[in-house]
């Protein structure tokens, strides 16, 4: 892309305090228009604390709090970068979205409540609903859904009876599950028992290479954004 990019990496043992550290030194570095510290991080390290640390303007995940509300609001802002994607995929894909009722699955900060809110907003107009796993009847509410983003981390958990013909399913889960005939022992699974609800679909994205690629292009986007903010 004609980026310059570093990779910094720590041990699970490292302390927040020198994570924090590296994370106020990558602030201050003029040369650095944006970055993301990969999560989760280990269970001794607060995950709010380093989110909180980044400064705004480089916050290329979209994760601080400053740049989550303006994007309550409709104020221009990094946006978080899965649900950025998956409103790209949806925009791209000329995919109906005024009127009609979108379900998502899931309420994490980083994929279920932000893309709620932006499906919800003035130009995208879906009337959205979304469940968790305290939902009550969540079959009969997603069979319902003209669109279904699931991200609840629960491979599978979207099965076919549970999804109306012509229906869209975007599948935001990726979950390790054990593979011994790959190299790696394991491979990636999704929320959507792909398979069996891909014939009833209009559009669906598949695990791996679906929603994934598009996280990874607007983290680049909020990068950009940010140099010319700059």
């Given at each position: 892309?004609?980026?310059?990019?570093?990779?910094?990496?720590?041990?699970?043992?490292?302390?927040?305090?020198?994570?924090?550290?590296?994370?106020?030194?990558?602030?201050?570095?003029?040369?650095?228009?944006?970055f993301i510290v990969q999560l989760p991080l280990p269970d001794h390290i607060s995950e709010n604390k380093v989110i909180e640390a980044i400064d705004p303007a480089k916050d290329a995940d979209g994760f601080h709090p400053v740049n989550l509300g303006k994007m309550m609001i409709g104020l221009p802002c990094y946006l978080p970068a899965t649900p950025y994607g998956i409103i790209e995929l949806i925009k791209r894909?000329?995919?109906?979205?005024?009127?009609?009722?979108?379900?998502?699955?899931?309420?994490?900060?980083?994929?279920?409540?932000?893309?709620?809110?932006?499906?919800?907003?003035?130009?995208?107009?879906?009337?959205?609903?979304?469940?968790?796993?305290?939902?009550?009847?969540?079959?009969?509410?997603?069979?319902?859904?003209?669109?279904?983003?699931?991200?609840?981390?629960?491979?599978?958990?979207?099965?076919?009876?549970?999804?109306?013909?012509?229906?869209?399913?975007?599948?935001?889960?990726?979950?390790?599950?054990?593979?011994?005939?790959?190299?790696?022992?394991?491979?990636?699974?999704?929320?959507?028992?792909?398979?069996?609800?891909?014939?009833?679909?209009?559009?669906?994205?598949?695990?791996?290479?679906?929603?994934?690629?598009?996280?990874?292009?607007?983290?680049?986007?909020?990068?950009?954004?940010?140099?010319?903010?700059?």
């Open positions: 892309m004609g980026f310059q990019s570093i990779l910094i990496r720590f041990p699970a043992e490292v302390s927040e305090k020198k994570l924090l550290e590296k994370i106020a030194e990558l602030n201050g570095d003029p040369d650095v228009d944006g894909y000329k995919i109906v979205t005024a009127g009609t009722f979108c379900v998502v699955i899931g309420r994490s900060n980083k994929v279920g409540r932000p893309v709620s809110i932006l499906l919800s907003q003035k130009g995208i107009d879906a009337i959205v609903t979304l469940v968790h796993s305290r939902t009550k009847n969540i079959e009969s509410i997603v069979r319902q859904a003209d669109i279904i983003v699931a991200a609840i981390g629960s491979p599978s958990f979207v099965t076919a009876d549970m999804v109306k013909d012509g229906a869209v399913a975007i599948d935001v889960g990726t979950t390790r599950v054990p593979a011994p005939e790959t190299k790696t022992g394991w491979k990636l699974a999704g929320d959507v028992d792909f398979e069996n609800v891909a014939p009833k679909c209009s559009f669906i994205t598949p695990v791996p290479g679906g929603v994934g690629p598009m996280t990874r292009v607007s983290l680049l986007l909020n990068t950009l954004i940010a140099v010319k903010q700059r």
